[in-house]
């Protein structure tokens, strides 16, 4: 069974363009997270879609967006970078069937550098 | 203030000694407890989930425990290998929010 994929792996943009990560499920999962990892914040968490719904929200401005197709694949969005933006997003999914159980997958990941 | 705090921050010990890794938090109405292993440059990956009822949870050789009474949580890991070199993360979850400790870095020394 392939396991979460994420691309691109890598990305260098510059301050005020736009960017967009995409997320691939494990086959069956229908919950998307989208986390922010980097070395002065350790991991935050962005949101989570679930059946194309966004189901939480983490404390992003809303230059953070996402969403999630029928087929489960979930996009991220950036508009506006600031160098701040700079990390590793990380995506996960789960089956969700239990929400305070459930185990989490992650990808592994995609390093955005912001110049 | 919804907060995880992991100590110590990082930890070096020998292979096939054991160790003990802390998880306080002050996160409010507790939902479940997780406990991530994260390799330099990779995702991480889950070990242990842990829900309000349960106060051990055991994955091979990583032991966790949970005490919702005085809000602490540990990984205990036994007999350590070289491949246990990694990031270890404690998660809480509470309401549709989570929070995440700043992790313990261990290295094992051969």
């Known amino acids: 069974k392939a396991g979460v994929t994420q691309t691109p792996r890598y990305l260098i943009k510059t301050r005020g363009q736009q960017v967009t990560l995409s997320c691939s499920p494990i086959?069956?999962?229908?919950?998307v997270s989208w986390y922010q990892q980097t070395p002065g914040q350790g991991l935050q968490f962005l949101f989570e879609?679930?059946?194309?719904?966004?189901?939480n929200k983490g404390n992003f401005p809303g230059r953070f967006s996402g969403r999630q197709f029928s087929n489960s694949r979930s996009e991220m969005n950036v508009s506006t970078l600031e160098l701040g933006d700079s990390a590793l997003y990380l995506c996960?999914?789960?089956?969700?069937?239990?929400?305070?159980?459930?185990?989490?997958?992650f990808g592994p990941g995609t390093r955005l550098t912001v110049l | 203030k919804n907060q995880v705090e992991q100590s110590p921050q990082s930890l070096i010990i020998l292979e096939g000694k054991n160790c003990t890794l802390q998880?306080?938090?002050?996160?409010?109405?507790?939902?479940?407890l997780r406990w991530y292993k994260q390799d330099t440059g990779r995702g991480p990956v889950s070990l242990t989930i842990?829900?309000?009822?349960?106060n051990t949870k055991s994955n091979g050789r990583y032991t966790a425990t949970l005490d919702a009474d005085t809000k602490q949580s540990s990984l205990h890991i036994t007999a350590s290998q070289l491949s246990d070199s990694a990031s270890y993360i404690c998660?809480?979850?509470?309401?549709?929010?989570?929070?995440f400790g700043a992790g313990t870095r261990l290295t094992v020394k051969p």
């Open positions: 842990m829900t309000f009822s349960e």
């Open positions: 879609y679930f059946s194309e719904t966004q189901r």
């Open positions: 998660v809480v979850s509470f309401n549709n929010d989570m929070r």
């Open positions: 996960a999914s789960s089956r969700r069937d239990s929400p305070s159980t459930d185990t989490q997958y």
């Open positions: 086959s069956g999962h229908r919950s």
């Open positions: 998880c306080n938090y002050t996160v409010s109405p507790f939902s479940n």
